[in-house]
């Protein structure tokens, strides 16, 4: 993962060895992004580049699948597992509330929107479940 200073034209911080698994998302002064090794969730200070905290989820649902689509609030990050998605407290780096689905994650009207598959084999998408967020 690379920071680059836009004005000064050069790379401001790497995070070398990630095999990085998702896009980046950026809540306040920091990077969050998942990698595969050791399957967490990073928190990367934004001027440091240093990893400040790090998530994993329960050892039964050890893989996340398809982080590819992080989703956060000012708060909380969304994140997917193998089995089910978490909530993650970005004040308390613990987990808040899970829900037991997976799918595509978006954000809006106060509510986190997933877009699931029914059979899991990623050819259609089945329906849509929406999650109030307060």
Do not use: C
Not at 13 to 35: H, K, L
Not at 41 to 49: E, Q, V, Y
Not at 93 to 99: E, G, K, L, P
Not at 107 to 133: E, M, P
Request: aromatic content about 10%; hydrophobic content about 40%.
């Amino acid at each position: 993962l690379y920071a680059v200073d836009l004005i000064q034209k050069a790379v401001r911080w790497v995070v070398p060895g990630q095999n990085i698994n998702s896009q980046p998302v950026v809540v306040g002064d920091y990077v969050y992004n998942v990698s595969h090794e050791g399957v967490r969730l990073n928190a990367i200070n934004a001027i440091t580049g240093k990893i400040e905290w790090q998530w994993q989820p329960p050892e039964d649902d050890a893989q996340i699948y398809d982080a590819s689509n992080l989703v956060a609030t000012s708060d909380v990050i969304f994140v997917e597992g193998g089995k089910r998605i978490y909530a993650v407290s970005l004040k308390t780096h613990q987990t808040v509330w899970t829900i037991e689905q997976t799918g595509h994650m978006a954000l809006g009207d106060n509510k986190l929107f997933i877009l699931s598959l029914r059979d899991g084999t990623h050819q259609d998408y089945d329906y849509v479940t929406a999650v109030a967020l307060s």
